[in-house]
């Protein structure tokens, strides 16, 4: 499988926890997003990385929100001290520098704050 | 700021019926436009897209057109068939721009 892919692709955890999400994006696509989606709306823009560098920061990445990419493939997402607000399907996407606006997404990961 | 409306769902239709979803949109200067497909179980896809005003992406039946003078881009297929059951997002990106600001989904379900 030659798409995105992301882990875990369910998490429950308990308010005031950590969690870290991975995305493993197409493997010559030098662009990553992050999208958050709730119930019955359509994703939300959090971040984008161009090969290891985070180039743009949604107002919706609180400070308990941190994202990498520290070698321009993977990334990774945490969330610090989760609320019950948070609870939302997490997606990535990637694309290539030749065709940008063709997003590849992955399948998410859902997150459940109890 | 940029934004994107979309018909409420959940569209339901008989199979071979005619498919539309109207979809709006606000933004500034000239925005590439797309239809983005999730269907149950699997993630977002791209469907079609269109560049520039007049343009018309199509892809598995699917068309639309862009629309510069209403800012709509509405979603057109001629007869659905169950596998088109699935929700379906339109979505705007600016020019030079780096995220794609989405609708809200509309929800279609084809029964046989």
């Known amino acids: 499988d030659t798409g995105v892919s992301q882990d875990p692709r369910h998490k429950i955890t308990k308010r005031g926890q950590n969690v870290t999400f991975r995305c493993d994006p197409i493997s010559e696509h030098n662009r990553l997003y992050w999208y958050r989606q709730t119930l019955g709306q359509g994703p939300e823009f959090l971040t984008y990385?161009?090969?290891?560098?985070?180039?743009?920061k949604s107002r919706l990445l609180s400070d308990r929100f941190s994202a990498e990419r520290p070698k321009g493939s993977f990334s990774t997402l945490e969330i610090q001290r989760t609320e019950q607000g948070d609870s939302a399907m997490y997606l990535c996407?990637?694309?290539?520098?030749?065709?940008?606006?063709?997003?590849?997404f992955g399948s998410g990961t859902q997150l459940s704050v109890l | 700021g940029d934004s994107v409306t979309q018909m409420e769902g959940p569209v339901t239709l008989s199979e071979e019926a005619f498919l539309t979803i109207n979809c709006t949109y606000t933004a500034t200067g000239y925005p590439s436009l797309f239809w983005y497909v999730q269907y149950p179980g699997e993630g977002l896809q791209l469907l079609l897209k269109?560049?520039?005003?007049?343009d018309k992406g199509s892809n598995k039946g699917f068309e639309a057109t862009y629309r510069k003078e209403t800012t709509s881009f509405h979603l057109e297929k001629g007869s659905v068939q169950v596998s088109d059951s699935a929700v379906y997002f339109c979505a705007l990106i600016k020019a030079a721009g780096n995220k794609l600001t989405f609708g809200g989904g509309t929800r279609v379900l084809v029964k046989p």
């Open positions: 990385f161009q090969n290891e560098a985070q180039l743009e």
């Open positions: 269109a560049t520039k005003a007049d």
């Open positions: 996407a990637s694309s290539s520098g030749t065709d940008h606006e063709k997003l590849f």
